[in-house]
T-cell receptor, first 114, second 114 residues
Framework: AQTVTQSQPEMSVQEAETVTLSCTYDTSESDYYLFWYKQPPSRQMILVIRQEAYKQQNATENRFSVNFQKAAKSFSLKISDSQLGDAAMYFCAYRKSGNNDMRFGAGTRLTVKP | DAGVIQSPRHEVTEMGQEVTLRCKPISGHNSLFWYRQTMMRGLELLIYFNNNVPIDDSGMPEDRFSAKMPNASFSTLKIQPSEPRDSAVYFC????????????FGDGTRLSIL
């Protein structure tokens, strides 16, 4: 079974600085997809960024980027120039190719200090 | 475009009562997912449908839980009889049936069983 591990229950960052959230996953598959979701206090689940495992290039969405290390099964999220609105729970998720089942990590609560 | 619509947003009821949660997926999406989120267990997949057909209900906790998808634009999750330990936030999500497509979440239903 595929499992997703987020080893940091909580993280904090100073406004305008950079923070990296960790995620590792366990799989025997070679073709899969990885996602980061954000859940602010409003409890919406919002897609932040996604990565296809067959792509070597790391995905980037504005201030959000990932460091995808396939051999190490690591998928960390970097948030640059952190803003107060980035404060939320962040969930890493894995989805096997050809399968609709998505597995989520336990989440990391990010606090942004003004 | 309208996102995934869930109702009600909040539900408070006494144990033993029947609870019905509703979901309208994004038009055109052919996969629908029901999740439960609690502090203790995080985000758990309960069941998902492809083209209105239940594919995997292994996450449904017990026979008190049932889900239906009578057509492409509507799904229900029913708990009968409800128990206090069912208190959680229940999310519905939908996606296109392709691995790289992200799931789009509704705002969730916060269920409290007294």
């Amino acid at each position: 079974a595929q499992t997703v591990t987020q080893s940091q229950p909580e993280m904090s960052v100073q406004e305008a600085e950079t923070v990296t959230l960790s995620c590792t996953y366990d799989t025997s598959e070679s073709d899969y997809y990885l996602f980061w979701y954000k859940q602010p206090p409003s409890r919406q689940m919002i897609l932040v960024i996604r990565q296809e495992a067959y792509k070597q290039q790391n995905a980037t969405e504005n201030r959000f980027s990932v460091n995808f290390q396939k051999a190490a099964k690591s998928f960390s999220l970097k948030i640059s120039d952190s803003q107060l609105g980035d404060a939320a729970m962040y969930f890493c998720a894995y989805r096997k190719s050809g399968n609709n089942d998505m597995r989520f990590g336990a989440g990391t609560r990010l606090t942004v200090k003004p | 475009d309208a996102g995934v619509i869930q109702s009600p947003r909040h539900e408070v009821t006494e144990m033993g009562q029947e609870v019905t949660l509703r979901c309208k997926p994004i038009s055109g999406h052919n996969s629908l997912f029901w999740y439960r989120q609690t502090m203790m267990r995080g985000l758990e997949l309960l069941i998902y449908f492809n083209n209105n057909v239940p594919i995997d209900d292994s996450g449904m906790p017990e026979d008190r839980f049932s889900a239906k998808m009578p057509n492409a634009s509507f799904s229900t999750l029913k708990i009968q009889p409800s128990e206090p330990r069912d208190s959680a936030v229940y999310f519905c999500a939908s996606s296109l049936n392709q691995g790289w497509q992200p799931q789009h979440f509704g705002d969730g239903t916060r269920l409290s069983i007294l």
